[in-house]
């Protein structure tokens, strides 16, 4: 009982002061967590809804060794071969998510897919860059956008 009543004393004068509060880096942490979790669960849609619409997707975030980041979706769509970023967002500040795919990381999808052809060897297949943006509102069915061609392609 006194060991109870210690511990409650404690905890009761940590948190008045302020000390059962998550640190910056822990609260930052979290947050990064929660972005990767938002980000999984919008490219798994986006891998569903793609092959809803045809496409054969044949990879999930590559990666290639010289670059950073990923793409995050690689698919036939017909006779083309699609290189797809998803942007998700959770809440309506920052814009669409489309306008997160900047000239620097246009650049980056072009390198990786660049290093995707060459490794598997597809020289002349025509191909394409995509766009899946999905806003998913909590509680409410993802609005989603394919923009097919989002921008430069081979």
């Known amino acids: 009982m006194l060991f109870a009543r210690t511990v409650f004393r404690v905890v009761n004068w940590l948190a008045a002061r302020g ?4 640190t910056e880096a822990e609260t930052e942490a979290e947050e990064h967590r929660e972005r ?12 569903w809804y793609l092959r809803r619409q045809g496409y054969v997707v044949v990879r999930r975030n590559y990666r290639a060794a010289h670059c950073r980041g990923e793409i995050d979706l690689i698919g036939w769509d017909g006779d083309v071969l699609a290189f797809v970023e998803v942007k998700t967002r959770t809440t ?3 814009g669409p998510p489309e306008r997160m795919v900047d000239a620097a ?3 980056e999808l072009l390198a990786m897919a660049r290093d995707y052809l060459a490794r598997r ?16 509102r909590p509680g409410t069915a993802p609005a ?5 061609g989002a921008f430069g392609a081979g």
């Open 19 to 22: 000390g059962l509060m998550p």
């Open 36 to 47: 990767r979790r938002t980000g999984v669960r919008g490219e798994t849609f986006a891998y």
């Open 92 to 94: 309506p500040t920052g």
């Open 144 to 148: 989603v956008r394919l923009h097919k």
């Open 105 to 107: 990381k246009r650049q």
């Open 121 to 136: 060897k597809l020289g002349e297949v025509r191909y394409r860059f995509d766009v899946v943006a999905l806003e998913a």
